[in-house]
């Protein structure tokens, strides 16, 4: 690189990337000590290491072929000769290896690799106590490298067929990732059952409550830290959109259309602080609610939040947090479905209300610019629903609630009710009921909390022998 401005750009872009890929870690670090503080104590290390174990087995996969498909799928079926088979992803290309005339690549994969964790944790979460591990992998597997990285390479790469034709927007996947791993988690969960005792004689649901609230708590803010990676890696972090002779240098979003880090900013802040206060009113100050009130928050706004108004993201996550809530139990109520941490809620409902909801807020607002992506260009001025004075595509709620319902039924609910439904007829869903009954962390209770596994009147019984015989000096 001899030019030394494109060395600069080149350099920070890679090394932005690089950073994300931390602050995102942290969300695996909440997801961990979120769902283990919400176990119960016979179940710790089972929960634990099932969510751990989702890590590497979907970072494989999209090494394997899951940063492939999004490459490789971003124009069919709509343009079906742009199904490329050669996308300098495989895991044998030499783009991939240590290369000095390509600084994003694996950055960028491993960006992607890391979303791909958090669709699988927000599964995991939802199965504690009652999943075998061995259909929990597949699941994680299926969602966290293929059923929202196809959502995303339609509708989410600036060259995707639904960003182009339909005017599809979702900065900050609300519907392409939290939705999908949402419906998934619910069609897993009809299949799957509610906790022996969840549900008493006549229906009525039981609060089975957390076994550590500060796991909890801590868990969650980790989540909160980690959000920030997230959308610090759905940006272009320095673009020259200026025309010749006159540059003009900014961040753009994901399609390219240039936006304010400040004002991104604002609005993720807003979100959380609304999603959060809406959360604990209408919970009557439940902590678990209340905590999770940030995330609701967060995923009703996020499809818009690189162009809403403060007030505008602040309405939403309030308005997505209270759906949330009420859809929550009254599901629970009516279907008898045990979500052990609202994932379906928070994530599934929130994910599908954001993406529709911003279809309306950002009706006219352009909806990819033609410089985004470099993979599969389909041409400007192809929006199905409308385009701009300058031809191209626009945001539009048709093309919002069309993608967000395909996205949430059709690679969410429907795939994970068929794969779970297959599952358990392989016997490879739910331990066997003596097992849940006793916990599925067998002989390791013992030794993860010896105070709460049964060995409580040994313990005391030394304690009183001490006392009675102290030792001599």
Same mark, same amino acid.
């Given at each position: ?54 890590i590497p087995l979907v970072g494989l996969a999209f090494f394997l072929f899951g940063m492939w498909i999004y490459i490789a799928f971003q124009g069919w079926p709509i343009s ?16 991939? =290896?240590? %290369? ?5 690549? $694996?950055? #960028? ?6 979303? @791909?964790?958090? *669709? !699988? ?88 409550? =957390?076994? %550590? ?5 801590? $868990?969650? #803010? ?6 920030? @990676?997230?959308? *610090? !890696? ?107 941490? @609202?994932?379906? *809620? ?111 009147? *040994? ?15």
């Open positions: 690189m001899t030019d030394q401005l494109a060395a600069l750009t080149t350099i920070f872009t890679e090394f932005y990337y690089f950073l994300t890929v931390v602050l995102m870690f942290f969300i695996h670090v909440g997801f961990c000590m979120y769902e283990v503080g919400a176990a119960r104590v016979k179940n710790v290390q089972h929960t634990l290491l099932k969510n751990t174990m989702a079906t000769s742009s199904l490329s088979f050669t996308t300098g992803f495989e895991p044998w290309s030499t783009k991939i =290896a240590p %290369n000095l005339t390509d600084r994003i690549s $694996g950055v #960028f994969w491993a960006a992607f690799a890391l979303f @791909g964790m958090t *669709a !699988a944790s927000i599964v995991s979460g939802a199965l504690i106590e009652r999943t075998k591990t061995s259909g929990f992998f597949i699941l994680a597997i299926y969602v966290g490298a293929i059923a929202w990285v196809i959502p995303a390479a339609w509708a989410w790469a600036g060259n995707g067929w639904m960003a182009q034709y339909l005017g599809f927007h979702d900065q900050y996947c609300s519907a392409i990732l939290h939705s999908v791993a949402g419906f998934a988690t619910l069609g897993v969960l009809i299949n799957l059952g509610p906790r022996i005792g969840k549900f008493a004689a006549d229906g009525t649901p039981r609060e089975i409550p =957390a076994h %550590n609230p500060w796991l909890v708590t801590i $868990g969650l #803010f980790m989540i909160y830290v980690g959000f920030w @990676g997230f959308y *610090a !890696a759905c940006h272009i972090p320095i673009v020259d959109v200026g025309t010749a002779g006159a540059p003009y240098f900014t961040a753009t979003n994901i399609y390219g259309v240039p936006i304010t880090l400040s004002g991104v900013t604002m609005n993720f802040l807003l979100a959380l602080f609304g999603g959060m206060v809406a959360a604990y009113m209408i919970s009557n100050g439940n902590a678990y609610w209340t905590y999770s009130g940030g995330l609701t928050g967060l995923i009703s706004a996020s499809a818009g939040n690189d162009f809403y108004h403060p007030i505008i993201a602040l309405v939403i996550a309030v308005a997505g947090t209270v759906m949330a809530y009420k859809l929550h139990y009254w599901v629970e109520r009516k279907f008898k479905i045990d979500d052990a941490v @609202g994932a379906v *809620a928070v994530h599934g409902y929130c994910g599908l209300f954001g993406g529709i909801i911003a279809g309306f807020a950002l009706w006219g607002y352009p909806a990819v610019l033609p410089s985004a992506g470099a993979v599969i260009v389909l041409g400007e001025g192809v929006g199905w629903f409308g385009v701009n004075a300058e031809g191209l595509p626009i945001i539009t709620p048709v093309g919002n609630i069309i993608g967000s319902l395909v996205f949430a039924i059709g690679f969410g609910f429907i795939p994970g009710y068929v794969i779970s439904k297959l599952l358990a007829m392989a016997g490879l869903l739910r331990v066997p009921a003596a097992a849940e009954v006793n916990g599925l962390d067998g002989k390791h209770v013992p030794a993860t909390y010896p105070h709460h596994s049964g060995m409580e009147e *040994a313990f005391e019984s030394i304690q009183r022998r001490e006392a009675k015989y102290p030792a001599k000096p």
